[in-house]
Nanobody
């Protein structure tokens, strides 16, 4: 059974950094594309970043480009989202997920299944 678990969220001041982890169980993560999404109260789930199964490609939403970096550690079966220069508008619950297939769009959460439980990120002074 495919299971993903996010961790690493917390409260951070504007300009600070956090590293989120997406740990997989029940499957080998390096064979899968992985996406990070976020959802703020009252807003739709937003695609933040995706990484290809071969690590050959990555996607970043314009709102996080240059500040966030996605990476994977296959030995630890984990994908990371390094978030720097955090802003209050980055406050949200962050989720990782795998797409249903190889033909997916990182902007669309409906292309993804096997969601984790989410981790809260709060950026506030």
């Amino acid at each position: 059974q495919v299971q993903l678990a996010e961790s690493g969220g917390g409260l951070v001041q504007p300009g600070g950094s956090l590293r989120l982890s997406c740990a997989a169980s029940g499957f080998t993560l390096d064979r899968y594309h992985i996406g990070w999404f976020r959802q703020a109260p009252g807003k739709e789930r937003e695609g933040v970043s995706c990484i290809g199964s071969s690590d050959a490609s990555s996607y970043y939403a314009d709102s996080v480009k240059g500040r966030f970096t996605i990476s994977r550690d296959n030995a630890k079966n984990t994908v990371y989202l390094q978030m720097n220069s955090l802003k209050p508008e980055d406050t949200a619950v962050y989720y990782c997920a795998t797409p249903f297939g190889s033909d997916y769009d990182c902007r669309f959460s409906n292309d993804f299944g096997s969601w984790g439980q989410g981790t809260q990120v709060t950026v506030s002074s």
